[in-house]
């Protein structure tokens, strides 16, 4: 081989290794990348979960992604076409990039596709890792599973774009209810603008609601007037220091503090008016 020959397959070899260290280092990169992206793609706090999931920090941690809940779901014999034999689409979707939900876990949204409620809710029991809990859709008297356990979410009127809050008749959402005069009630109001018309108001129970979304589906409104948001969400949570006196878990909660727990302001509440005398701001 001439000198020339050499020094070119010496340089393409070079190129070639070259080619392969910046592909392989931009693989490692992208993967890098692609590791901090996945990472990075948190739920968003309005996410709704598939029936029975446990708290979304512990839902993350056990749910494998494997996807066997929405398989269930999809497959569910109510969801295949009768004509075709196709199955629709399912209720519950695995999330990808661009979902606003941590990729590979499932999540629904009931303008699309509501869950219906399943008697023997499948994508509950298919779940393999107890991210979805079947203890909390059982019937602890009786053993048996209860669809009016599910607790995905609660649906909540804005009754601003609400059309039955403006006095015209609607009862879309209470119709699609599956709990109809449970979750969902009709409530009359006079009108007091017209003196002679009634409201029939559309209200949500909040401890009957599960959260299935049919009325959101069934809602006539462009955007949906009645729509469901993740508990939490919708009712709020008071702070930890507020206690409910009648609620056993409460009580139980200040039974069970340690004396290092106590914040200033409840031994200040144990000192009495005298203690505070010349104390200047020393409590
Ligand atoms: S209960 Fe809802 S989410 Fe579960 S399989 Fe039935 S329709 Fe799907
Ligand atoms: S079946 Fe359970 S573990 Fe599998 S994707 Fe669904 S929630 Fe996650
Ligand atoms: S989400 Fe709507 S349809 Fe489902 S139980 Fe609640 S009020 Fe009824």
Redesign the pocket.
């Known amino acids: 081989m001439s000198e020339k020959a050499k020094k070119v397959t010496i340089s393409s070899r070079r190129r070639f290794f070259t080619d392969v260290a910046y592909s392989g280092g931009l693989g490692l990169m992208g993967a890098l990348l692609w590791g901090g992206y996945a990472d990075k793609a948190k739920s968003s706090p309005l996410t709704l979960r598939?029936p029975a999931?446990v708290e979304e920090e512990d839902?993350l941690k056990?749910?494998?992604?494997?996807?066997?809940?929405?398989e269930?779901c999809v497959n569910r014999p109510a969801n295949i076409d009768k004509e075709t034999g196709r199955a629709k689409p399912g209720t519950?979707k695995?999330a990808k990039a661009g979902d606003k939900v941590t990729i590979?876990?499932?999540f629904f949204t009931p303008r699309d596709v509501p869950c219906y409620m399943c008697d023997d809710i499948p994508?509950v029991v298919?779940?393999?890792?107890?991210?979805?809990d079947v203890e909390k859709v059982t019937n602890k008297e009786t053993g048996e599973l209860d669809f009016k356990m599910m607790n995905m979410g609660i649906a909540v009127v804005d009754t601003n774009s609400c059309i039955a809050y403006w006095g015209i008749q609607c009862d879309a959402c209470y119709r699609a209810c599956p709990l109809m005069d449970d979750a969902i009630k009709l409530v009359y109001d006079r009108n007091e603008r017209t003196g002679k018309h009634a409201f029939l108001k559309p209200m949500v129970n909040m401890h009957s609601c599960t959260g299935c979304g049919l009325c959101e589906l069934a809602c006539v409104t462009e955007k949906a007037a009645i729509f469901v948001q993740p508990r939490e969400i919708a009712l709020g949570k008071p702070g930890d220091h507020y206690v409910k006196g009648w609620d056993k878990k409460d009580q139980q909660r200040v039974a069970n503090r340690a004396e290092s727990d106590l914040t200033t302001h409840d031994k200040r509440s144990e000192k009495k008016p005298e203690d505070y005398l010349n104390m200047g701001v020393e409590y």
């Not at 298919?126 to 979805?132: D, K, N, T, V, Y």
Request: hydrophobic share 45%; glycine share 12%; proline share 12%.
């Open positions: 598939p999931a839902f056990l749910c494998i992604k494997c996807g066997l809940c929405a269930a519950l695995m590979g876990t499932p994508c298919a779940c393999p890792s107890g991210a979805l």
